[in-house]
Protein backbone atom coordinates (compact mmCIF):
# COMPACT_ATOMS: atom_id res chain seq x y z
CA UNK A 1 0.00 0.00 0.00
CA UNK A 2 1.91 3.46 -0.50
CA UNK A 3 1.50 6.45 1.52
CA UNK A 4 -1.49 8.50 1.65
CA UNK A 5 0.99 11.56 -0.39
CA UNK A 6 1.72 9.04 -3.06
CA UNK A 7 -2.39 8.14 -3.20
CA UNK A 8 -3.79 11.43 -2.98
CA UNK A 9 -0.76 12.84 -5.61
CA UNK A 10 -1.54 10.36 -8.00
CA UNK A 11 -5.36 10.40 -7.44
CA UNK A 12 -5.32 14.28 -8.12
CA UNK A 13 -3.18 14.12 -11.06
CA UNK A 14 -4.97 11.10 -12.87
CA UNK A 15 -2.07 8.90 -12.84
CA UNK A 16 -4.62 6.48 -10.69
CA UNK A 17 -8.28 6.49 -10.23
CA UNK A 18 -9.90 6.74 -6.33
CA UNK A 19 -11.57 3.43 -7.76
CA UNK A 20 -8.10 1.13 -8.08
CA UNK A 21 -6.93 2.50 -5.05
CA UNK A 22 -9.77 1.64 -3.38
CA UNK A 23 -10.18 -1.93 -5.21
CA UNK A 24 -6.70 -2.79 -4.20
CA UNK A 25 -7.25 -1.95 -0.58
CA UNK A 26 -10.62 -3.83 -0.87
CA UNK A 27 -8.61 -6.99 -2.19
CA UNK A 28 -6.24 -6.76 0.27
CA UNK A 29 -8.60 -6.96 3.11
CA UNK A 30 -10.65 -9.83 1.38
CA UNK A 31 -7.00 -11.68 0.89
CA UNK A 32 -5.61 -10.96 4.59
CA UNK A 33 -8.42 -10.17 6.79
CA UNK A 34 -9.90 -14.17 7.49
CA UNK A 35 -6.11 -14.43 8.92
CA UNK A 36 -5.39 -10.90 10.84
CA UNK A 37 -9.12 -10.40 11.59
CA UNK A 38 -8.40 -6.61 11.60
CA UNK A 39 -12.06 -5.44 10.43
CA UNK A 40 -15.26 -6.78 10.85
CA UNK A 41 -17.13 -5.21 8.33
CA UNK A 42 -16.49 -3.33 5.38
CA UNK A 43 -18.59 -1.29 3.04
CA UNK A 44 -17.33 -2.45 -0.28
CA UNK A 45 -20.32 -1.02 -2.39
CA UNK A 46 -20.98 2.65 -1.08
CA UNK A 47 -16.57 3.15 -1.05
CA UNK A 48 -16.79 2.23 -4.47
CA UNK A 49 -19.55 4.14 -5.36
CA UNK A 50 -17.52 7.39 -3.16
CA UNK A 51 -14.29 6.47 -5.06
CA UNK A 52 -16.81 7.22 -8.31
CA UNK A 53 -17.86 10.54 -7.42
CA UNK A 54 -14.31 11.25 -6.26
CA UNK A 55 -13.33 10.29 -9.80
CA UNK A 56 -15.82 12.15 -11.48
CA UNK A 57 -15.47 15.65 -9.78
CA UNK A 58 -11.49 15.35 -10.80
CA UNK A 59 -12.43 14.99 -14.45
CA UNK A 60 -14.48 18.16 -14.51
CA UNK A 61 -11.63 19.69 -13.03
CA UNK A 62 -12.77 20.06 -9.41
CA UNK A 63 -10.33 20.92 -6.75
CA UNK A 64 -10.43 17.28 -4.54
CA UNK A 65 -9.57 17.69 -1.14
CA UNK A 66 -5.82 16.42 1.19
CA UNK A 67 -7.45 12.98 1.43
CA UNK A 68 -8.51 12.18 -2.00
CA UNK A 69 -8.83 8.82 -2.85
CA UNK A 70 -7.05 7.18 0.68
CA UNK A 71 -8.85 4.19 2.09
CA UNK A 72 -9.44 4.59 5.48
CA UNK A 73 -10.54 2.30 7.94
CA UNK A 74 -12.93 3.54 11.51
CA UNK A 75 -11.98 2.03 14.79
CA UNK A 76 -15.95 0.55 16.06
CA UNK A 77 -16.45 2.80 18.67
CA UNK A 78 -16.49 6.02 16.07
CA UNK A 79 -20.35 6.90 14.95
CA UNK A 80 -20.98 6.72 11.04
CA UNK A 81 -24.38 7.77 10.03
CA UNK A 82 -26.16 4.69 8.95
CA UNK A 83 -23.48 2.47 10.01
CA UNK A 84 -23.05 -0.11 13.01
CA UNK A 85 -21.17 0.81 15.62
CA UNK A 86 -20.54 -1.81 18.10
CA UNK A 87 -17.64 -1.34 20.00
CA UNK A 88 -17.19 -4.88 19.32
CA UNK A 89 -19.61 -5.97 22.46
CA UNK A 90 -22.82 -7.96 22.51
CA UNK A 91 -24.36 -5.04 24.49
CA UNK A 92 -24.22 -2.53 21.07
CA UNK A 93 -24.43 -5.59 18.73
CA UNK A 94 -27.70 -3.64 16.10
CA UNK A 95 -26.72 -0.72 16.95
CA UNK A 96 -26.88 1.54 14.27
CA UNK A 97 -25.24 4.99 14.59
CA UNK A 98 -27.50 7.92 14.03
CA UNK A 99 -25.22 10.57 13.16
CA UNK A 100 -21.68 10.96 12.13
CA UNK A 101 -18.65 11.69 14.51
CA UNK A 102 -16.99 14.60 13.87
CA UNK A 103 -13.64 13.18 12.83
CA UNK A 104 -15.60 11.35 9.92
CA UNK A 105 -17.39 14.34 8.72
CA UNK A 106 -13.74 15.46 8.91
CA UNK A 107 -12.24 12.74 6.36
CA UNK A 108 -15.39 12.93 4.45
CA UNK A 109 -14.81 16.07 3.57
CA UNK A 110 -11.39 15.92 2.74
CA UNK A 111 -12.41 13.04 0.03
CA UNK A 112 -11.09 9.79 2.06
CA UNK A 113 -13.01 6.83 1.54
CA UNK A 114 -14.07 4.85 4.55
CA UNK A 115 -13.85 1.13 3.60
CA UNK A 116 -14.90 -0.38 6.74
CA UNK A 117 -14.85 -0.43 10.84
CA UNK A 118 -11.80 -2.21 12.42
CA UNK A 119 -11.49 -4.27 15.31
CA UNK A 120 -11.09 -3.58 19.20
CA UNK A 121 -10.91 -4.43 22.56
CA UNK A 122 -14.93 -4.68 24.00
CA UNK A 123 -15.62 -0.69 24.37
CA UNK A 124 -11.70 -0.08 24.12
CA UNK A 125 -11.37 -1.85 27.46
CA UNK A 126 -8.17 -4.26 26.62
CA UNK A 127 -4.12 -4.01 25.92
CA UNK A 128 -4.31 -6.61 23.25
CA UNK A 129 -7.43 -6.74 21.15
CA UNK A 130 -8.53 -10.12 22.92
CA UNK A 131 -11.39 -8.92 24.30
CA UNK A 132 -13.73 -8.41 21.24
CA UNK A 133 -17.18 -10.54 20.71
CA UNK A 134 -15.72 -10.77 17.23
CA UNK A 135 -12.59 -12.68 18.05
CA UNK A 136 -8.98 -11.50 19.02
CA UNK A 137 -6.86 -9.67 16.18
CA UNK A 138 -3.56 -11.29 15.14
CA UNK A 139 -0.16 -9.16 14.61
CA UNK A 140 0.42 -9.21 10.90
CA UNK A 141 4.02 -9.71 11.61
CA UNK A 142 3.69 -13.35 13.65
CA UNK A 143 -0.23 -14.31 13.27
CA UNK A 144 0.53 -16.20 16.65
CA UNK A 145 0.83 -12.86 18.44
CA UNK A 146 -1.30 -9.81 19.56
CA UNK A 147 -1.56 -6.46 17.93
CA UNK A 148 -2.05 -4.51 21.01
CA UNK A 149 -5.06 -3.08 22.08
CA UNK A 150 -7.06 -1.37 22.08
CA UNK A 151 -7.14 -0.34 18.99
CA UNK A 152 -5.58 -3.71 17.38
CA UNK A 153 -7.25 -3.89 14.35
CA UNK A 154 -6.56 -0.27 12.87
CA UNK A 155 -3.07 -0.69 14.13
CA UNK A 156 -3.04 -4.21 12.05
CA UNK A 157 -5.12 -3.12 9.15
CA UNK A 158 -2.27 -0.83 8.37
CA UNK A 159 0.79 -2.79 9.01
CA UNK A 160 -0.67 -5.41 6.71
CA UNK A 161 -1.07 -2.72 3.62
CA UNK A 162 -5.57 -3.24 4.08
CA UNK A 163 -5.71 0.75 4.57
CA UNK A 164 -2.98 3.38 4.85
CA UNK A 165 -4.93 4.88 7.17
CA UNK A 166 -7.04 4.16 10.39
CA UNK A 167 -8.77 6.44 12.98
CA UNK A 168 -7.83 4.71 16.40
CA UNK A 169 -8.62 5.85 20.25
CA UNK A 170 -6.38 6.02 22.75
CA UNK A 171 -7.17 6.24 26.61
CA UNK A 172 -4.05 4.87 28.17
CA UNK A 173 -1.85 3.89 24.99
CA UNK A 174 -4.34 1.92 22.74
CA UNK A 175 -3.06 3.78 19.82
CA UNK A 176 0.87 4.01 20.54
CA UNK A 177 1.49 0.42 21.93
CA UNK A 178 -0.49 -1.43 18.72
CA UNK A 179 1.75 0.86 16.62
CA UNK A 180 4.29 -0.25 18.42
CA UNK A 181 3.35 -4.43 18.25
CA UNK A 182 3.03 -4.00 14.97
CA UNK A 183 5.40 -1.71 13.48
CA UNK A 184 3.71 1.12 12.29
CA UNK A 185 3.20 5.30 13.24
CA UNK A 186 0.72 6.27 15.85
CA UNK A 187 0.04 8.98 17.30
CA UNK A 188 -2.22 10.72 20.04
CA UNK A 189 -2.33 14.56 19.93
CA UNK A 190 -3.16 16.78 23.17
CA UNK A 191 -6.08 16.42 25.24
CA UNK A 192 -8.92 19.10 23.12
CA UNK A 193 -6.92 18.67 19.79
CA UNK A 194 -9.35 16.37 18.19
CA UNK A 195 -13.15 16.29 18.88
CA UNK A 196 -14.51 13.11 20.51
CA UNK A 197 -17.77 14.01 19.24
CA UNK A 198 -19.45 10.84 18.25
CA UNK A 199 -16.96 8.84 19.56
CA UNK A 200 -18.37 6.03 22.60
CA UNK A 201 -17.02 7.58 26.07
CA UNK A 202 -14.54 5.14 27.82
CA UNK A 203 -13.08 7.26 30.16
CA UNK A 204 -14.08 11.18 29.26
CA UNK A 205 -10.71 12.85 30.61
CA UNK A 206 -8.36 10.54 28.90
CA UNK A 207 -9.94 9.18 25.48
CA UNK A 208 -8.19 11.18 22.60
CA UNK A 209 -9.19 10.19 19.05
CA UNK A 210 -5.35 9.48 17.30
CA UNK A 211 -4.14 8.00 13.87
CA UNK A 212 -2.10 4.96 12.25
CA UNK A 213 -0.62 5.17 9.48
CA UNK A 214 3.29 3.95 7.85
CA UNK A 215 4.67 6.94 8.14
CA UNK A 216 5.42 10.08 9.95
CA UNK A 217 4.40 12.63 7.02
CA UNK A 218 1.13 10.65 6.42
CA UNK A 219 0.02 10.99 10.23
CA UNK A 220 1.14 14.64 9.93
CA UNK A 221 -1.09 15.28 7.11
CA UNK A 222 -3.74 13.40 9.13
CA UNK A 223 -3.86 15.41 12.32
CA UNK A 224 -3.94 18.32 10.01
CA UNK A 225 -7.71 17.33 8.60
CA UNK A 226 -8.75 15.82 12.09
CA UNK A 227 -7.17 18.25 14.71
CA UNK A 228 -9.30 21.78 15.39
CA UNK A 229 -12.17 23.39 17.25
CA UNK A 230 -15.25 21.70 17.35
CA UNK A 231 -18.63 23.25 18.82
CA UNK A 232 -20.41 20.12 19.40
CA UNK A 233 -17.56 19.03 21.98
CA UNK A 234 -16.96 21.70 24.89
CA UNK A 235 -13.47 20.14 25.07
CA UNK A 236 -12.18 20.53 22.08
CA UNK A 237 -9.28 23.31 21.79
CA UNK A 238 -9.78 27.02 19.85
CA UNK A 239 -6.16 27.31 18.88
CA UNK A 240 -5.44 26.96 15.30
CA UNK A 241 -3.52 24.07 13.77
CA UNK A 242 -0.49 24.77 12.31
CA UNK A 243 0.80 23.27 8.78
CA UNK A 244 2.01 19.75 10.60
CA UNK A 245 3.36 18.98 7.19
CA UNK A 246 5.48 21.96 6.91
CA UNK A 247 7.31 21.87 10.09
CA UNK A 248 8.24 18.21 10.13
CA UNK A 249 11.20 19.23 7.80
CA UNK A 250 12.80 20.99 10.00
CA UNK A 251 16.51 19.91 11.33
CA UNK A 252 16.89 19.19 15.27
CA UNK A 253 20.31 20.84 15.98
CA UNK A 254 20.12 22.17 19.39
CA UNK A 255 16.85 19.90 20.21
CA UNK A 256 16.78 19.39 23.91
CA UNK A 257 15.49 15.66 24.30
CA UNK A 258 14.40 14.30 27.33
CA UNK A 259 14.95 10.89 28.65
CA UNK A 260 13.49 10.56 32.46
CA UNK A 261 15.76 8.86 35.14
CA UNK A 262 15.19 5.27 35.84
CA UNK A 263 12.88 4.61 32.75
CA UNK A 264 15.30 2.11 31.39
CA UNK A 265 15.77 -0.04 34.39
CA UNK A 266 13.27 -2.44 33.89
CA UNK A 267 13.27 -2.84 30.15
CA UNK A 268 14.02 -6.35 28.08
CA UNK A 269 18.10 -6.04 27.02
CA UNK A 270 16.72 -5.71 22.81
CA UNK A 271 14.11 -3.22 23.68
CA UNK A 272 16.40 -1.31 26.23
CA UNK A 273 19.37 -1.62 23.29
CA UNK A 274 17.49 -0.04 20.85
CA UNK A 275 16.29 2.98 22.77
CA UNK A 276 19.61 3.80 23.49
CA UNK A 277 20.82 3.47 19.85
CA UNK A 278 17.79 5.59 19.12
CA UNK A 279 19.14 7.81 21.51
CA UNK A 280 22.04 7.99 19.72
CA UNK A 281 20.85 8.57 16.50
CA UNK A 282 19.06 11.72 17.94
CA UNK A 283 22.50 12.42 18.75
CA UNK A 284 24.41 12.26 15.62
CA UNK A 285 21.24 14.65 14.45
CA UNK A 286 22.71 17.21 16.56
CA UNK A 287 20.24 16.57 19.23
CA UNK A 288 21.25 17.40 23.00
CA UNK A 289 20.50 14.32 25.44
CA UNK A 290 19.12 15.70 28.86
CA UNK A 291 18.46 13.56 32.03
CA UNK A 292 15.20 14.95 33.40
CA UNK A 293 13.43 13.61 36.43
CA UNK A 294 9.31 12.80 36.56
CA UNK A 295 9.47 11.11 39.99
CA UNK A 296 5.91 10.73 39.88
CA UNK A 297 5.88 8.76 36.73
CA UNK A 298 5.96 5.83 38.34
CA UNK A 299 2.49 5.64 39.90
CA UNK A 300 0.74 6.74 36.13
CA UNK A 301 -0.70 3.21 35.86
CA UNK A 302 -2.26 2.43 38.80
CA UNK A 303 -3.45 6.22 39.16
CA UNK A 304 -4.85 5.51 35.22
CA UNK A 305 -6.68 2.25 35.95
CA UNK A 306 -8.56 3.92 39.59
CA UNK A 307 -9.65 7.36 37.30
CA UNK A 308 -10.15 5.49 33.65
CA UNK A 309 -12.74 2.98 35.20
CA UNK A 310 -14.26 5.16 37.66
CA UNK A 311 -14.95 7.16 34.70
CA UNK A 312 -16.27 3.62 32.75
CA UNK A 313 -18.81 3.07 35.46
CA UNK A 314 -20.31 5.95 35.03
CA UNK A 315 -20.40 5.85 31.64
CA UNK A 316 -21.12 2.70 31.00
CA UNK A 317 -23.96 3.15 33.15
CA UNK A 318 -26.51 3.81 30.54
CA UNK A 319 -26.09 0.74 28.45
CA UNK A 320 -29.27 -0.49 31.06
CA UNK A 321 -31.48 -2.01 28.62
CA UNK A 322 -33.74 0.61 28.78
CA UNK A 323 -31.49 3.72 27.42
CA UNK A 324 -29.17 1.82 25.52
CA UNK A 325 -27.64 -1.62 24.91
CA UNK A 326 -29.04 -4.95 25.21
CA UNK A 327 -33.12 -5.82 26.45
CA UNK A 328 -33.96 -9.02 27.22
CA UNK A 329 -37.58 -9.14 27.49
CA UNK A 330 -37.97 -12.08 29.95
CA UNK A 331 -37.02 -9.20 32.94
CA UNK A 332 -40.23 -9.76 35.55
CA UNK A 333 -38.84 -6.95 37.82
CA UNK A 334 -36.27 -3.65 37.60
CA UNK A 335 -33.69 -5.97 39.62
CA UNK A 336 -33.61 -8.69 37.03
CA UNK A 337 -33.56 -6.33 34.49
CA UNK A 338 -30.96 -4.75 35.08
CA UNK A 339 -29.43 -8.04 35.75
CA UNK A 340 -30.18 -9.29 32.60
CA UNK A 341 -29.62 -6.57 30.70
CA UNK A 342 -26.10 -5.55 31.75
CA UNK A 343 -25.06 -9.64 31.29
CA UNK A 344 -24.16 -9.25 27.62
CA UNK A 345 -20.83 -6.98 28.90
CA UNK A 346 -18.41 -9.24 28.55
CA UNK A 347 -15.44 -10.38 31.52
CA UNK A 348 -12.73 -7.29 30.89
CA UNK A 349 -15.48 -4.84 31.46
CA UNK A 350 -17.32 -6.04 34.18
CA UNK A 351 -13.86 -5.77 35.56
CA UNK A 352 -13.43 -2.49 35.36
CA UNK A 353 -17.01 -1.18 36.13
CA UNK A 354 -16.77 -2.80 39.66
CA UNK A 355 -13.03 -1.19 40.43
CA UNK A 356 -15.00 2.13 39.20
CA UNK A 357 -17.63 1.84 41.40
CA UNK A 358 -15.52 0.63 44.12
CA UNK A 359 -13.54 3.50 43.73
CA UNK A 360 -16.18 5.80 43.64
CA UNK A 361 -18.15 4.00 47.02
CA UNK A 362 -18.02 6.73 49.62
CA UNK A 363 -16.17 4.85 51.98
CA UNK A 364 -13.43 4.58 49.53
CA UNK A 365 -13.75 7.67 47.62
CA UNK A 366 -11.26 9.59 49.47
CA UNK A 367 -8.69 7.29 49.54
CA UNK A 368 -9.01 6.01 46.12
CA UNK A 369 -10.47 8.54 43.35
CA UNK A 370 -9.39 11.27 45.12
CA UNK A 371 -5.95 10.03 45.71
CA UNK A 372 -5.39 9.28 42.02
CA UNK A 373 -6.85 12.68 41.23
CA UNK A 374 -3.90 14.01 43.34
CA UNK A 375 -1.14 12.08 42.09
CA UNK A 376 -2.66 12.71 38.31
CA UNK A 377 -1.66 16.57 39.12
CA UNK A 378 1.66 15.46 40.40
CA UNK A 379 2.66 14.09 37.08
CA UNK A 380 1.40 16.80 35.19
CA UNK A 381 3.41 18.76 37.14
CA UNK A 382 6.07 16.52 36.71
CA UNK A 383 5.94 16.70 32.59
CA UNK A 384 5.22 20.43 32.82
CA UNK A 385 9.01 21.13 34.82
CA UNK A 386 10.25 18.88 32.45
CA UNK A 387 9.31 20.26 29.42
CA UNK A 388 10.46 23.61 31.22
CA UNK A 389 14.48 21.69 30.48
CA UNK A 390 13.93 20.06 27.00
CA UNK A 391 11.43 19.89 23.72
CA UNK A 392 10.51 16.35 23.93
CA UNK A 393 10.97 13.50 26.02
CA UNK A 394 11.84 9.80 24.49
CA UNK A 395 10.58 7.01 26.20
CA UNK A 396 10.25 3.15 25.34
CA UNK A 397 6.33 2.99 23.81
CA UNK A 398 5.96 -0.65 25.58
CA UNK A 399 8.35 -2.24 27.94
CA UNK A 400 8.26 -5.47 25.58
CA UNK A 401 7.61 -6.77 22.60
CA UNK A 402 3.98 -8.48 20.74
CA UNK A 403 3.25 -11.00 23.38
CA UNK A 404 1.74 -14.46 22.10
CA UNK A 405 -2.36 -14.43 22.22
CA UNK A 406 -3.73 -15.90 25.41
CA UNK A 407 -0.12 -15.92 27.22
CA UNK A 408 -1.24 -13.64 30.01
CA UNK A 409 -4.61 -15.41 30.52
CA UNK A 410 -4.20 -15.83 33.65
CA UNK A 411 -1.68 -12.69 34.97
CA UNK A 412 -4.16 -9.62 33.71
CA UNK A 413 -1.35 -7.33 35.35
CA UNK A 414 1.48 -8.38 32.71
CA UNK A 415 -1.06 -7.31 30.41
CA UNK A 416 -2.20 -4.12 31.83
CA UNK A 417 1.36 -3.26 32.61
CA UNK A 418 2.01 -3.21 28.76
CA UNK A 419 1.05 0.54 28.81
CA UNK A 420 2.90 1.38 31.44
CA UNK A 421 4.66 4.24 29.27
CA UNK A 422 1.85 5.50 27.13
CA UNK A 423 -0.94 5.80 30.11
CA UNK A 424 1.36 8.55 31.49
CA UNK A 425 0.83 10.89 28.15
CA UNK A 426 -2.77 10.51 28.65
CA UNK A 427 -3.02 10.98 32.59
CA UNK A 428 -0.70 14.24 31.76
CA UNK A 429 -2.61 15.38 28.86
CA UNK A 430 0.54 15.07 26.71
CA UNK A 431 1.24 15.03 22.75
CA UNK A 432 2.76 11.38 22.37
CA UNK A 433 3.87 9.23 18.87
CA UNK A 434 5.20 6.40 18.50
CA UNK A 435 7.43 5.32 15.74
CA UNK A 436 8.96 1.94 15.17
CA UNK A 437 12.88 1.75 16.11
CA UNK A 438 14.07 -1.84 15.31
CA UNK A 439 13.16 -5.43 16.12
CA UNK A 440 14.11 -8.12 18.53
CA UNK A 441 16.25 -11.13 17.08
CA UNK A 442 12.54 -13.01 16.70
CA UNK A 443 11.74 -10.11 14.53
CA UNK A 444 8.90 -8.53 16.18
CA UNK A 445 9.10 -4.49 15.98
CA UNK A 446 9.92 -2.19 18.35
CA UNK A 447 8.66 1.05 19.25
CA UNK A 448 10.38 4.10 20.33
CA UNK A 449 7.73 7.18 21.76
CA UNK A 450 8.12 10.93 21.83
CA UNK A 451 6.25 12.93 24.39
CA UNK A 452 6.09 16.63 23.86
CA UNK A 453 3.41 19.51 25.67
CA UNK A 454 0.36 20.24 24.66
CA UNK A 455 -0.74 22.17 21.11
CA UNK A 456 2.97 21.33 20.39
CA UNK A 457 2.67 18.39 18.27
CA UNK A 458 4.96 19.86 15.72
CA UNK A 459 8.20 19.07 17.97
CA UNK A 460 7.26 15.20 18.20
CA UNK A 461 6.47 14.95 14.54
CA UNK A 462 9.68 16.76 13.58
CA UNK A 463 11.89 14.76 15.72
CA UNK A 464 9.79 11.61 14.79
CA UNK A 465 10.12 12.25 10.91
CA UNK A 466 13.84 12.99 11.37
CA UNK A 467 14.56 9.97 13.24
CA UNK A 468 12.54 7.97 10.57
CA UNK A 469 14.19 9.42 7.82
CA UNK A 470 17.74 8.63 9.89
CA UNK A 471 16.76 5.07 9.75
Known amino acids: MKTIFDITQSVKDGSVTAREVVLESLRRIKELNPQINAFVETWSEEALQRADEIDARRNRGEKLGPLAGV????KDNILYKGHKATCCSKMLANYVAPYSASVVEKLLAADAVIVGRTNMDEFAMGSSNQTSVYGPVHNPVD???????SSGGSAAAVAAGMVPLALGTDTGGSVRQPAAFCGVVGIKPGYGRISRYGVVAFSSSADQVGVLTNDVSSAALALEVLCGRDENDSTSLEDAVPPFTDKIHQDIKGLKVGMPKGFLDDLGEEV????LSAAQTLQNLGAEIVEVDVPHAKYS???????TSAEASSNLARFDGLRYGYNNPSATDLNASYELNRAPFGEEVKKRII???????AENYKECYLQAAKVRELIKQDFAKAFEQVD?????????TAFRLGEHKDNPLAVYLADLYTCQGNIGGLAGISVPCGEDKLGLPIGLQFYGPILQ????????YQFEKAL
Open 272 to 275: KEKI
Open 71 to 74: PVGI
Open 355 to 361: IGATALK
Open 143 to 149: FDRVPGG
Open 301 to 307: APCYYII
Open 457 to 464: EEKILNVA
Open 392 to 400: VILTPTSPT
